[in-house]
């Protein structure tokens, strides 16, 4: 719940002061709760101690979490690392403050996401990966490429046909589109800045009767099946370890389809490894 939801949740009385510190805090929500506690309790004339003791009232652990809520709300809004530089910012803060406030923003994306995630596309998504004919197509660019280079290096251990993608080298995008099937499916990632090829390529795929699963941050008509993932953070960049959480989720599911397919490519793998890299024969 956000700030608004735990005031209109709280059912016992508040003292005058706290009243003031609530309607503070309503009219200038989310910016007025990336101030110091100090700073609040100054502009509405009581102490940084009666504010902290107020959001304990309220539900948080501490002001630092409800900072992070509020932080996230806010970033959510802004499009660009720029502008949510000066959302994040805060005065000289230290390098603990720096750690802290990073684990609290990844432990709210990585609840929030699962508690909304949605466990049938998650499912179907199992399905298309793992379904006989599949010929399954990794793609993330820019900065959702590390995600799709982390999926495509597991995914070939479970399954016999997978292609990562890529937005140039030998084959540029397009050139990859050349052949798809109708039993093709495309595992894409892609987040605010949001990119326009892999848009086109999930438009192509669909076209060509193709299956598209989206990880993403935000909803997307255009995929056959949808799975978001909160990416606040404490940066002025956007954090990936909600969605990072679930390919490891849909990795694991897949091993578990895949169960004797992955015993037998690890065990070629690894006499593949020693033979050639561990213990290369002589030249």
């Known amino acids: 719940m956000n700030l608004h939801q735990r005031i209109a949740a709280y059912d016992r009385k508040l003292t ?14 989310p910016q007025g709760l990336l101030e110091s506690a100090t ?29 992070m809520q509020a932080r996230a709300e806010l970033t959510a809004l802004l499009a660009s690392p720029g502008e949510r530089a000066d959302a994040v910012s805060v005065d000289n803060p230290s390098a603990q403050a720096c750690l802290r406030n990073a684990l609290l923003h990844d432990q709210h ?6 508690a909304a995630i949605d466990v049938a596309a998650f499912e179907a998504a199992v399905r298309l990966l793992t ?41 540029f995008l ?14 894409a990632f892609t987040f605010r800045r949001y990119s326009v090829a892999a848009a086109n390529a999930v438009k192509v795929f669909r076209e060509r009767g193709g299956k598209v699963v989206l990880i993403t941050d935000s909803a997307a008509a255009q995929a ?30 897949v091993a578990l389809r895949r169960k004797k397919e992955l015993a ?19 030249r």
């Open 131 to 171: 379904q006989r004919r599949a010929r399954v197509h990794v793609l993330g660019l820019r900065q959702a490429a590390p995600l799709a280079n982390h999926m495509a290096l597991y995914l070939n251990l479970c399954l016999p046909d997978v292609k990562a993608m890529a937005a140039s080298g030998p084959l």
């Open 39 to 67: 700073a609040l309790a100054r502009r509405v004339g009581t102490s940084a101690s009666t504010v902290v003791r107020l959001l304990a009232k309220l539900g948080y652990d501490s002001y630092a979490q409800a900072q």
């Open 16 to 29: 005058k002061t706290e009243q003031r510190l609530v309607e503070d805090m309503q009219a200038r929500y």
């Open 174 to 187: 397009e050139d990859q589109l050349l052949w798809l099937q109708p039993h093709d499916v495309l595992l």
């Open 109 to 114: 994306n990585l609840e929030t996401t699962f």
């Open 224 to 253: 056959h099946h949808v799975l978001l993932a909160r990416t606040s953070s404490a940066s002025p960049f956007d954090s990936h370890v909600a969605a990072l959480s679930i390919c490891n989720a849909l990795l694991a599911a």
């Open 264 to 282: 037998a490519t690890l065990e070629r793998g690894e006499a593949l490894w020693d033979s050639q890299w561990i213990h290369p024969p002589a």
